[in-house]
């Protein structure tokens, strides 16, 4: 049963940083690519990022590009999305996806994604 637990959202000032983490189990991920979407209230859910577990290839969102990073660490089968220089914009739930790489033509669409976190709440002040 693949199980996907987000954590370290939060309070934050405009200009700070956050690291979120998503902790995975229940299967190998190494075939699998890990995305991370957020939604705000009244809107759908956005694609913030993504990494191929396998090659480490990512991709990003424009609005985040040069401030939010993905990595991962295959010892804890854990992916990281570290948030610099937040903006009140990037307040958000934000939540973690998991999907097979076999077929995924489109990494930055919410309903290719199988598996999903709880969601963490990262809300930024100005």
């Known amino acids: 049963q693949v199980q996907l637990v987000e954590s370290g959202g939060g309070l934050v000032q405009a200009g700070g940083s956050l690291r979120l983490s998503c902790a995975a189990s229940?299967?190998?991920?190494?075939?699998?690519?890990m995305g991370w979407f957020r939604q705000a209230p009244g809107q759908e859910r956005e694609f913030v990022g993504a990494?191929?577990?396998?090659?480490?290839?990512?991709q990003y969102v424009d609005s985040v590009k040069g401030r939010f990073t993905i990595s991962r660490d295959n010892a804890k089968n854990t992916v990281y999305l570290q948030m610099n220089n937040l903006k009140p914009e990037d307040t958000a739930v934000y939540y973690c996806?998991?999907?097979?790489?076999?077929?995924?033509?489109?990494?930055?669409?919410?309903?290719?994604?199988?598996?999903w976190g709880q969601g963490t709440q990262v809300t930024v002040s100005s």
């Open positions: 229940g299967r190998t991920f190494s075939s699998y690519v």
């Open positions: 996806a998991a999907r097979n790489a076999a077929g995924l033509s489109d990494r930055d669409y919410y309903k290719n994604y199988d598996y």
């Open positions: 990494i191929n577990w396998s090659n480490g290839r990512t």
